[in-house]
């Protein structure tokens, strides 16, 4: 749902500067790259165990909340654009309201997720189709981080807030928190009390369950003093309509970007076994490059929305242009970074000779996806914070689309080299498609 503020509700002007978008993305960088920490954690943690069953069964539960968390994420961008808006607008009782909106639905949501735990944890085991022992620890590990399901989504709300109103330090903060207890009791309880596989679930759900404690204290705090706002305010149903449009466009959006990296592993495998590990080792440059993205792009949301909130186009068209030069100076960086030193990353990442030989081969394709790459992430924040979403959904519609035809096209002609190409289409797409459309709404929204 495309929806822009009532042209009679309008903020007080603002100047988008270099250090407005460093205070965001910096602090947000900093918070994406400590995430993939808790895997490496996880995965050592287990792996002192000495059991190839749980490892596998770690892995195998972990591809299962990427995929349930990654998809309600859209909680926490939903919450980043609307708060936004009405901090543009200077509305802080909307900005109230929303994130109250936020929780509400984290708390519905978890809950009925935790109640469908069972159903996750068979359909996982069915997906993956593991060996017995393997889906006996895929089921333990689910049933318990199953548990941190609310936990999990009201800290999507609670940075979505704070990333809204362009407090990044505080949501660094947070992540921090969330994180570094999640990494120190998963080593307690996972190791030093025995506990193994469990412990390192337990020590997820601890980790969430620290940091929502202190989301809402936080967020307790700061409203203690507010105006306790009427019900019928908080669940207003056209809010609650918007908050919804907004999460579903998000939702599909999420759902097609992990459609195309499952065609792109699928045809992968059809290329034999050692291009498919070839392959997973080389995602993984995408994946840290886009950690560094997301930092800017999370500025983009918060400035766009911002400036839409108060209806300046000026502050827009500013927060456009700097959070594109530093994406795309970033993103030079992070290419020239994985180029230099990618040979190495792959070394150690594998000890397979003809594996490895692949992987250093097909090096440049993976390195430049950052910055094929870096158009797509920055307009994704723009669109989200405007809260045009659909768009956002449609484009990344076509830019699958266009994705799929390729592979259908001219996939089998060029094997691996096509495979890695259609990844780089399929993400020039989608930020040309983006930038495309930027100047239709951004006239329609600043009319």
Do not use: C
């Not at 002007?13 to 407005?20: A, D, G, H, I, K």
């Not at 291009?275 to 993205?293: E, K, Q």
């Not at 918060?302 to 795309?328: D, H, I, K, M």
């Not at 960086?333 to 000890?351: D, N, Q, R, S, Y």
């Amino acid at each position: 749902m495309d929806q822009a503020p009532s042209p009679n509700t309008a903020g007080p002007p603002f100047v988008v500067t270099n250090r407005l978008v460093l205070s965001v993305a910096v602090p947000m960088t900093l918070a994406y790259l400590t995430t993939p920490l808790i895997g490496v954690v996880d995965t050592a943690v287990v792996g002192q165990l000495g059991s190839a069953a749980l490892l596998g069964g770690l892995a195998g539960g972990a591809v299962v909340f990427d995929v349930v968390f990654s998809t309600f994420n859209s909680l926490r961008s939903s919450t980043t654009g609307l708060v936004a808006q009405a901090h543009g607008r200077g509305e802080p009782e909307e900005e109230q309201a929303t994130v109250m909106r936020s929780l509400a639905a984290a708390l519905g949501i978890g809950i009925l997720l935790m109640l469908l735990t069972p159903a996750v944890a068979a359909l996982g085991v069915w997906f993956i189709d593991p060996a017995p022992d393997v889906a006996e620890a895929m089921r333990a590990y689910i049933e318990i981080r199953m548990l941190a399901a609310p936990l999990t989504l009201i800290n999507f709300s609670v940075l979505g807030y704070l990333l809204g109103r362009g407090e990044g330090g505080l949501g660094l903060a947070l992540q921090f928190l969330l994180n570094g207890a999640n990494i120190a009791l998963s080593i307690l309880l996972g190791l030093k009390l025995g506990w193994g596989l469990e412990g390192v679930a337990w020590g997820t759900v601890g980790g969430e369950l620290l940091a929502a404690a202190a989301g809402i204290a936080l967020l307790t705090r700061r409203f203690s003093g507010a105006r306790r706002l009427p019900l019928a305010r908080i669940f207003d149903v056209a809010d609650i309509a918007r908050m919804l449009a907004l999460n579903g466009d998000i939702m599909i959006r999420s759902f097609s970007l992990l459609a195309a990296f499952a065609l792109f592993t699928r045809q992968g495998a059809q290329l034999g076994t050692v291009t498919l590990a070839a392959n997973a080792i080389l995602i993984n440059f995408f994946l840290v490059a886009g950690y560094f993205l997301d930092g800017f792009a999370t500025a983009a949301e918060q400035l766009a929305g911002r400036a839409v909130g108060a209806r300046y186009e000026p502050a827009f068209r500013r927060a456009v242009w700097l959070t594109s030069l530093w994406g795309f100076a970033l993103a030079g960086v992070a290419a020239a970074v994985l180029l230099i030193f990618g040979e190495a990353f792959v070394g150690l990442l594998t000890t397979a000779p003809e594996v490895r030989e692949l992987a250093i081969a097909f090096l440049p394709w993976a390195a430049l996806t950052a910055v094929s790459g870096v158009l797509a992430f920055q307009m994704d924040g723009v669109f989200i914070g405007a809260t045009w979403s659909r768009d956002m959904r449609n484009m990344m519609l076509l830019s699958l689309a266009i994705f799929v035809l390729w592979l259908i096209v001219a996939g089998d002609d060029f094997g691996n080299h096509g495979l890695w190409a259609a990844i780089h289409i399929f993400l020039v797409a989608r930020g040309l498609s983006l930038l495309a459309m930027l100047p239709k709404r951004a006239r329609e929204t600043f009319a």
